[in-house]
């Protein structure tokens, strides 16, 4: 203050020369600006300016020195433009002195750099240092020639300074080849100015782990690690332990070991920096919340949400007081907080928390990558909680922002789009969801990234399913296996993630019938579950629900049973009945019905149908289709009313439900047609083939393999019912279809034994044999052993009409071999065939022939019938015939005897049978009388 006062007084005394005065003003300015009084310092200076300016012109040392002092002053009071010019105009003059100068000219640059860095501009600054170090480098090789030099020391520590700066600006503009180059001269000066432990190093050390942190790459981590340690040793060595470096050193290497996912380390570490921190600040200090915040990352990456949570509120509360509500750290804490609350199932607390955090990016104006990220991850936890519309629109906003910041064939464009491929699929839109997937795989095949294999893990295995719905199973096949190759190569032979491509396969081999390629890849899924489940767990039981499923249709029905029990047991025993549920007592009653346990398979049966009309109480297709497997059941039971019941309901219930597949309503009818067929009501199964006639006519079209099928079924009845006319008509136009559409079948076979069955009762016995001998050459081509009896019976009968005789017996003999081979000799059908070949033997004469087969076929009823059947007392009717011829009339008499006997039980008094073997008993009584 004095000497303030010293310099006024002395300006008001006018007693100076020009240049003197323009010296106080000069160093008036200088004593102003100690006190920090700067527009004061300001004002002397431009007084020593303008004298020095006027008098000495703009290229002298002393305006130089003015203007240099005013550029201190503009520094000192932050104003870095104003310096700016300042500088460059004293280096501008001191440079013409070099002889003189070259010292402050070199101290200058440095200020001007220093300045432009703190402008941001960078290049520029990079410039000035480079500039500033030739300057210094030419002063040292020239210390020894003028001793008015700076010594070489005091160069070489100024060098090692400006080269640390230098690293600095370098790193700004992400130059880092150059910025690593920087820092490593600046070491190595240091290095042999004070040795390896100085401080400076340890700062510049700390300087470039941080611009490797900056910098990214694979090798980031154990790079950056390595600067941290050693900025820590040097300050540990110097005594500076509990110095804030230090602690920030520590913090860093706990945050880049935290992103190594090595956590235990990592914790300790950031105990010594939470200490130091703690030492020197107050406890609401930034740098104690963002270490609280990395605790809550270690405990998160531990599976400690409570821990986590505590350390995220208490980072938050750090932050709101010392930074404010609306900083990008809250937004971080908040953001954490919701994740947390997220993978605690609190959906509502995590989506409002992440909210919070989104909008506080948006109020900052930011349109960056974290603001896409924010949005993507409020998208996440919506859909993880059930709320896929809204999950849907944030995936689209995350979407379109990636676009915007990153560009359309980012990755992280493709992340979205196959979210939102998966919300498609749980929409049901597989267009969309398929054509979101191959989106997302356009992109992911442009990009060579390390991560892009874990995008297309699930991208192909949504293509895969996605076409799997579609039926186009080639390219589901295709997809699945990429997706499994991808899985090998990243994961391993038997991850866990295996067993859901593994299933998939093996549904799509399913579909296809291929059951053994099925088997094999839901036993590699079961396989796995084994090793990271263990046997007997859930994941291992809805494996083998799958093996089951296959077993079911490869007919190994008692294991498959077994199986099925077992899921229930495993996965279902005391928890609320679901569609699930339903579904395994479907196929569990199914499979019981294979076995002919009946009782069984109407229970388990029952049991889906009651889950399923307990959780839908609308029609239900699935309801409908239990209980037209629950008829079919009760129809192989033996108990058609009961069958006949339930298809009844399973139609009501189609019939109610809109667009009902046409196919599942014709096959109720068909069934019912079977059923009533079976019961001899010809009219009631005419009606039911008739329906489902009308369905195929107006759906698959009137020339349909269905039609032609049904059309064969509606002349059967019309053939049971006498109308054999419509009956023909049917079976012709069956056959008509059937030789259009396809090859030779064994239906055509039958058909055409039909209509040679009506030609025959029209006594055209020609045509007759021309079409049951057809019909006999496709049965022998296409049918069973049974079937190609039956047409030889039929064959045989017709020629036995035409009178045709010993060709009708070769037919029936060719049909008895048939029988014993495919049934054995025991059985009724050999019984049947000895019993008309006999009646044909009698009518060629050949009584003892007839008496053999007659003979054969009565033991084969009565092993197979018993004593009191029809069959018996016809082939005792016969045999008693041949008696009478032979004149043996006791034996006649006998075999009448007992015929009558068993037709009397069997029939009505005057059934045509109980008179003929009446009369016979009463014919062959009156001849043993008159013999007597």
Same mark, same amino acid.
């Given at each position: 203050?004095?000497?303030?006062?010293?310099?006024?007084?002395?300006?008001?005394?006018?007693?100076?020369?020009?240049?003197?005065?323009?010296?106080?003003?000069?160093?008036?300015?200088?004593?102003?600006?100690?006190?920090?009084? &700067?527009?004061?310092?300001?004002?002397?200076?431009?007084?020593?300016?303008?004298?020095?300016?006027?008098?000495?012109?703009?290229?002298?040392?002393?305006?130089?020195?003015?203007?240099?002092?005013?550029?201190?002053?503009?520094?000192?009071? $932050?104003?870095?433009? +104003?310096?700016?010019?300042?500088?460059?105009?004293?280096?501008?003059?001191?440079?013409?002195? /070099?002889?003189?100068?070259?010292?402050?000219?070199?101290?200058?640059?440095?200020?001007?750099?220093?300045?432009?860095?703190?402008?941001?501009?960078?290049?520029?600054?990079?410039?000035?240092?480079?500039?500033?170090?030739?300057?210094?480098?030419?002063?040292?090789?020239?210390?020894?020639?003028?001793?008015?030099?700076?010594?070489?020391?005091?160069?070489?520590?100024?060098?090692?300074?400006?080269?640390?700066?230098?690293?600095?600006?370098?790193?700004?503009?992400?130059?880092?080849?150059?910025?690593?180059?920087?820092?490593?001269?600046?070491?190595?000066? &240091?290095?042999?100015?004070?040795?390896?432990?100085?401080?400076?190093?340890?700062?510049?050390?700390?300087?470039?782990?941080?611009?490797?942190?900056?910098?990214?790459?694979?090798? #980031?981590?154990?790079?950056?690690?390595?600067?941290?340690?050693?900025?820590?040793?040097?300050?540990?060595?110097?005594?500076?332990?509990?110095?804030?470096?230090?602690?920030?050193?520590?913090?860093?290497?706990?945050?880049?070991?935290?992103?190594?996912?090595?956590?235990?380390?990592?914790?300790?570490?950031?105990?010594?920096?939470?200490?130091?921190?703690?030492?020197?600040?107050?406890?609401?200090?930034?740098?104690?919340?963002?270490?609280?915040?990395?605790?809550?990352?270690?405990?998160?990456?531990?599976?400690?949400?409570?821990?986590?949570?505590?350390? =995220?509120?208490?980072?938050?509360?750090?932050?709101?007081?010392?930074?404010?509500?609306?900083? #990008?750290?809250?937004?971080?804490?908040?953001?954490?907080?919701?994740?947390?609350?997220?993978?605690?199932?609190?959906?509502?607390?995590?989506?409002?928390?992440?909210?919070?955090?989104?909008?506080?990016?948006?109020?900052?104006?930011?349109?960056?990558?974290?603001?896409?990220?924010?949005?993507?991850?409020?998208?996440?936890?919506?859909?993880?909680?059930?709320?896929?519309?809204?999950?849907?629109?944030?995936?689209?906003?995350?979407?379109?922002?990636?676009?915007?910041?990153?560009?359309?064939?980012?990755?992280?464009?493709?992340?979205?789009?196959?979210?939102?491929?998966? #919300?498609?699929?749980?929409?049901?839109?597989?267009?969309?969801?398929?054509?979101?997937?191959?989106?997302?795989?356009?992109?992911?095949?442009?990009? $060579?990234?390390?991560?892009?294999?874990?995008?297309?893990?699930?991208?192909?295995?949504?293509?895969?399913?996605?076409?799997?719905?579609?039926?186009?199973?080639?390219?589901?096949?295709?997809?699945?296996?990429?997706?499994?190759?991808? +899985?090998?190569?990243? !994961?391993?032979?038997?991850?866990?993630?295996?067993?859901?491509?593994?299933?998939?396969?093996?549904?799509?081999?399913?579909?296809?019938?291929?059951?053994?390629?099925?088997?094999?890849?839901?036993?590699?899924?079961?396989?796995?579950?084994?090793?990271?489940?263990?046997?007997?767990? %859930?994941?291992?039981?809805?494996?083998?629900?799958? #093996?089951?499923?296959?077993?079911?249709?490869?007919?190994?029905?008692?294991?498959?049973?077994?199986?099925?029990?077992?899921? !229930?047991?495993?996965?279902?025993?005391?928890?609320?009945?679901? %569609?699930?549920?339903?579904?395994?007592?479907?196929?569990?009653?199914?499979?019981?019905?294979?076995?002919?346990?009946?009782?069984?398979?109407?229970?388990?049966?029952?049991?889906?149908?009651?889950?399923? *009309?307990?959780?839908?109480?609308? /029609?239900?297709?699935?309801?409908?289709?239990?209980?037209?497997?629950?008829?079919?059941?009760?129809?192989?039971?033996?108990?058609?009313?009961?069958?006949?019941?339930?298809? $009844?309901?399973?139609?009501?219930?189609?019939?109610?439900? /809109?667009?009902?597949?046409?196919?599942?309503?014709?096959?109720?009818?068909?069934?019912?047609?079977?059923?009533?067929?079976?019961?001899?009501?010809?009219?009631?199964? !005419?009606?039911?083939?008739?329906?489902?006639?009308?369905?195929?006519?107006?759906?698959?079209?009137?020339?349909?393999?269905?039609?032609?099928?049904?059309?064969?079924?509606?002349?059967?009845?019309?053939?049971?019912?006498?109308?054999?006319? %419509?009956?023909?008509?049917?079976?012709?136009?069956?056959?008509?279809?059937?030789?259009?559409?396809?090859?030779?079948?064994?239906?055509?076979?039958?058909?055409?034994?039909?209509?040679?069955?009506?030609?025959?009762? @029209?006594?055209?016995?020609?045509?007759?044999?021309?079409?049951?001998?057809?019909?006999?050459?496709?049965? @022998?081509?296409?049918?069973?052993?049974?079937?190609?009896?039956?047409? !030889?019976?039929?064959?045989?009968?017709?020629?036995?009409?035409?009178?045709?005789?010993?060709?009708?017996?070769?037919? =029936?003999?060719?049909?008895?071999?048939?029988?014993?081979?495919?049934?054995?000799?025991?059985?009724?059908?050999?019984?049947?065939?000895? +019993?008309?070949?006999?009646?044909?033997?009698?009518?060629?004469?050949?009584?003892?022939?007839?008496?053999?087969?007659?003979?054969?076929?009565?033991?084969?009823?009565?092993?197979?019938?018993?004593?009191?059947?029809?069959?018996?007392?016809?082939?005792?009717?016969?045999?008693?015939?041949?008696?009478?011829?032979?004149?043996?009339?006791?034996?006649?008499?006998?075999?009448?005897?007992?015929?009558? %006997?068993?037709?009397?039980?069997?029939?009505?008094?005057?059934?045509?049978?109980?008179?003929?073997? *009446?009369?016979?008993?009463?014919?062959?009584?009156?001849?043993?009388?008159?013999?007597?």
């Amino acid at each position: 203050k004095k000497a303030i006062t010293s310099y006024l007084e002395c300006i008001d005394a006018k007693e100076w020369e020009t240049k003197q005065l323009a010296t106080i003003h000069n160093d008036l300015g200088k004593v102003y600006g100690k006190v920090r009084k &700067f527009d004061k310092s300001i004002e002397s200076f431009i007084h020593a300016l303008r004298i020095r300016k006027t008098e000495l012109g703009n290229n002298s040392l002393d305006y130089g020195h003015s203007v240099y002092n005013l550029a201190e002053v503009h520094m000192a009071n $932050d104003k870095h433009d +104003q310096a700016l010019n300042c500088l460059t105009e004293a280096i501008r003059v001191y440079k013409l002195f /070099p002889d003189e100068m070259s010292e402050k000219t070199a101290t200058i640059l440095e200020m001007k750099g220093n300045t432009l860095h703190s402008l941001n501009e960078h290049e520029a600054a990079v410039s000035d240092f480079e500039e500033c170090i030739e300057l210094l480098n030419a002063l040292e090789s020239n210390e020894n020639e003028d001793s008015s030099q700076v010594t070489s020391s005091a160069c070489n520590e100024q060098a090692g300074r400006v080269n640390n700066k230098m690293g600095h600006a370098f790193a700004k503009l992400s130059e880092y080849e150059e910025a690593f180059d920087s820092y490593r001269e600046a070491i190595s000066i &240091f290095s042999t100015l004070s040795g390896n432990d100085d401080l400076r190093i340890a700062d510049i050390m700390y300087d470039v782990g941080d611009l490797f942190v900056s910098q990214g790459g694979d090798d #980031i981590c154990e790079k950056s690690i390595q600067f941290f340690s050693e900025a820590i040793r040097i300050y540990v060595l110097q005594g500076k332990e509990k110095d804030m470096k230090v602690a920030n050193a520590l913090y860093q290497k706990s945050t880049l070991l935290a992103d190594c996912s090595e956590n235990d380390e990592a914790s300790s570490l950031l105990d010594d920096a939470l200490e130091i921190y703690k030492e020197l600040l107050n406890d609401d200090a930034v740098e104690i919340g963002k270490a609280m915040l990395l605790y809550g990352r270690l405990f998160d990456a531990q599976g400690k949400n409570d821990e986590a949570m505590t350390a =995220f509120e208490e980072a938050l509360r750090i932050f709101r007081i010392s930074l404010g509500e609306d900083d #990008i750290n809250v937004s971080l804490a908040l953001s954490n907080i919701g994740i947390i609350h997220a993978r605690k199932l609190e959906y509502a607390k995590a989506v409002a928390k992440c909210k919070m955090a989104l909008k506080i990016r948006v109020l900052r104006g930011e349109q960056d990558q974290d603001i896409a990220d924010s949005v993507f991850n409020i998208a996440n936890i919506l859909n993880d909680w059930g709320e896929e519309d809204e999950a849907y629109q944030y995936f689209q906003q995350s979407m379109k922002l990636y676009i915007k910041i990153l560009g359309e064939k980012d990755i992280s464009v493709a992340i979205c789009l196959q979210k939102m491929g998966v #919300i498609y699929w749980d929409r049901g839109d597989v267009d969309r969801s398929l054509q979101s997937f191959i989106d997302a795989l356009s992109i992911c095949e442009q990009d $060579d990234g390390d991560d892009v294999s874990s995008i297309l893990i699930p991208v192909y295995r949504g293509i895969g399913d996605c076409y799997y719905k579609k039926e186009e199973y080639e390219e589901a096949l295709e997809n699945f296996a990429k997706c499994i190759r991808i +899985q090998k190569l990243e !994961l391993g032979d038997d991850c866990i993630e295996m067993t859901a491509p593994y299933n998939s396969i093996g549904l799509i081999y399913q579909k296809e019938q291929k059951y053994e390629s099925a088997m094999s890849f839901h036993v590699k899924a079961h396989q796995i579950n084994e090793k990271h489940h263990g046997k007997g767990s %859930k994941e291992c039981a809805s494996s083998d629900f799958q #093996i089951a499923k296959v077993l079911l249709a490869t007919h190994k029905y008692e294991e498959c049973i077994g199986r099925f029990r077992n899921h !229930l047991e495993v996965c279902y025993e005391g928890s609320d009945d679901n %569609k699930e549920v339903a579904e395994v007592y479907h196929l569990l009653g199914l499979a019981q019905s294979k076995v002919e346990e009946y009782e069984e398979s109407v229970n388990s049966l029952n049991k889906a149908l009651n889950i399923r *009309q307990t959780l839908c109480r609308n /029609p239900d297709l699935k309801i409908a289709e239990t209980m037209l497997d629950l008829g079919k059941v009760f129809g192989e039971w033996g108990d058609s009313d009961e069958a006949i019941t339930v298809y $009844d309901q399973a139609i009501t219930i189609f019939r109610k439900i /809109p667009d009902t597949d046409f196919r599942a309503i014709a096959s109720a009818y068909s069934r019912l047609g079977a059923l009533f067929e079976k019961k001899g009501n010809c009219e009631a199964s !005419l009606h039911s083939w008739k329906k489902a006639l009308k369905l195929h006519n107006s759906n698959s079209g009137s020339d349909s393999i269905a039609v032609g099928e049904i059309l064969f079924h509606i002349g059967k009845s019309y053939d049971q019912l006498g109308n054999f006319d %419509k009956s023909v008509g049917c079976f012709s136009e069956a056959v008509k279809i059937f030789r259009s559409k396809t090859e030779d079948s064994e239906m055509i076979g039958q058909a055409l034994g039909f209509i040679g069955k009506s030609y025959a009762r @029209k006594k055209q016995y020609a045509k007759a044999v021309e079409l049951s001998t057809e019909s006999l050459r496709l049965q @022998k081509e296409f049918a069973d052993a049974g079937c190609i009896a039956e047409s !030889l019976v039929e064959l045989g009968n017709i020629l036995k009409a035409w009178g045709k005789t010993v060709q009708s017996i070769q037919f =029936f003999e060719e049909a008895l071999r048939t029988y014993e081979e495919a049934f054995g000799s025991d059985a009724v059908e050999v019984a049947n065939c000895r +019993q008309n070949i006999g009646v044909l033997y009698n009518q060629l004469g050949n009584s003892d022939m007839a008496l053999s087969y007659f003979g054969e076929a009565l033991q084969g009823y009565r092993n197979k019938e018993g004593d009191e059947s029809l069959n018996v007392a016809n082939s005792l009717f016969q045999i008693g015939r041949i008696y009478d011829s032979y004149g043996k009339k006791e034996k006649s008499l006998k075999c009448f005897e007992e015929s009558l %006997k068993i037709r009397k039980g069997m029939l009505c008094d005057d059934h045509l049978d109980v008179l003929a073997a *009446q009369r016979y008993v009463n014919l062959m009584s009156k001849k043993m009388k008159s013999l007597q």
